[in-house]
């Protein structure tokens, strides 16, 4: 059975294990080479591909207008497990 992704809350402020662990679903808005953490190697991206990464990796290709977070239809933030 494939592993399906987790729709959560994140207003409460706790640090979890499951939350330290966790990726979140952005979709690129540029294409380009990317890597999540320092020790992996680069991976080609092209526009409008989806991946899920750390948070603040997220947040640094966010902040940058490299990509956008996935929401639900009801703006909760895609987990991956």
Known sequence: MRNQPKIVN???TSTTPERE???VLIQYT???KYRDQ???SLT?????DMQAVTP????QLIEQSKA???MTEEQQIVIHP
């Open 44 to 48: 080609l991206r092209s526009k409008g």
């Open 38 to 40: 320092a020790w992996e």
């Open 21 to 23: 662990a966790m990726k």
């Open 56 to 59: 603040s990796y997220a947040a």
């Open 68 to 70: 956008t977070l996935v």
């Open 10 to 12: 994140l207003s409460s």
């Open 30 to 32: 540029q294409a380009g």
